[in-house]
Each structure stands twice: as structure tokens, then as C-alpha cells.
């Protein structure tokens, strides 16, 4: 009669675990609200940023010496319509010599309602007024590329000092979480 008793739960425990393996288990979903690091920022050319003769695709190093200290932190927050809340460099003309203007780069804070797109990956916007204004730029996409790192690809205008004037560029904000500006 033991064995019998012993032999039975053997096969009840045996089902449980041949039953739970049957279960069709979901990806566990994605989460990546919270804090974000500025990583980077790299542009599509090579730009002189700051009139010292070396062109860069580098824009923070770029700009380094000639910016004004800037939140470089991006926040992601999950709502019933998510939030978006981070900072773009603009170009602030504080002067011009021989018409070559004299600049400072600053930020403009941008928030953004946001709708995650699961096939894409990215971002789309949910209300476009409050898109940050020309000075800083258009943004074209914001791209999960994994659960630590966003980018955010904006285009807009620079000076170059290389060519003396204006050009257009494409630069990419990486966020990373737990990452620091390099």
C-alpha cells in the first residue's frame, strides 16, 4: 500500500511538471522607463564647432569649452500616454566679428508625449505642438535600441567655422541608463 501511495504522487508531482512545462509563457515586457545618461552625441559630418581648427563628428567634444552646463539627463516616465523629458543643444549667437558670429551652446528642455511602437522600436510622437522649436532642431526618430540605450536623431543647423557658415547636420543623442557622458 506505501508503494502504491509513493508511486502515486510520483506520477501527480511527474504531471504538475510536464503540465506547467506546457504553458505558453509570454516575453516578459520590455521595461525601460526611468533615467538616462547623455552618452553621446555624433554627427553625420565633421564640424568645426568651436573655431580651434579641428573638425570633429563628435559634438560634445566639439563644444566643449563654449557650452553652458546643460541637465544631460533624459527621462522616460510611464503614463497612461508616456513622457519624454530631455534637453537639445541650440546655438546661442552672442556676437559677430567680421561677420563670424561668436557662439555659446546652451539647451533647450524638450518634453514630449510618446507612444512606444513594439514592432519598430521606436517612439512616435503623440502631440507634435510640443516639438522643440528650429534653434535646436527637428526631431526625426527616437529608436529603443536596447533597455539601457535610447537615440534620438535630430537634424539642425551648425555653424561651421571650417567653412565659415552655416550647414546642416544630423546629430544622435545616445541616452544609456547608468551610463556616463564620455
Known amino acids: 500500500m506505501k508503494n502504491y501511495l509513493h508511486r ?3 506520477l501527480i508531482f511527474l504531471m504538475l511538471g510536464v503540465l506547467s512545462c506546457e504553458t505558453n509563457r509570454e516575453e516578459p515586457p520590455r521595461f525601460f522607463y526611468g533615467n538616462y545618461n547623455l552618452q553621446s552625441i555624433i554627427m553625420n559630418l565633421s564640424v568645426d564647432l568651436n573655431n580651434n581648427g579641428v573638425s570633429s563628428n563628435n559634438f560634445l567634444e566639439g563644444i566643449e569649452g563654449v557650452s553652458q552646463v546643460i541637465n544631460t539627463r533624459m527621462t522616460l516616465v510611464e503614463e497612461e500616454i508616456d513622457e519624454m523629458v530631455f534637453s537639445l543643444f541650440i546655438s546661442n549667437i552672442l556676437t559677430t566679428t567680421n561677420n563670424i558670429p561668436i557662439i555659446r551652446f546652451g539647451a533647450e528642455n524638450v518634453r514630449l508625449l510618446v507612444e512606444f511602437g513594439e514592432l519598430s522600436d521606436t517612439f512616435q ?7 522643440p ?18 537615440e534620438i536623431e535630430v537634424e539642425k543647423s551648425v555653424y561651421d567655422y571650417a567653412i565659415n557658415d552655416w550647414v546642416e547636420i544630423l546629430a544622435t ?9 564620455s
Not at 510622437?125 to 516639438?131: A, E, G, K, Q
Not at 522649436?133 to 535610447?150: E, F, H, K
Not at 543623442?173 to 557622458?181: A, C, E, K
Open 133 to 150: 522649436t528650429n534653434s535646436s532642431g527637428v526631431i526625426l526618430g527616437i529608436t529603443l535600441i536596447d533597455q539601457l540605450t535610447v
Open 173 to 181: 543623442y545616445r541616452f544609456v541608463r547608468g551610463g556616463f557622458m
Open 8 to 10: 502515486n504522487y510520483f
Open 125 to 131: 510622437l503623440v502631440n507634435d505642438s510640443n516639438r
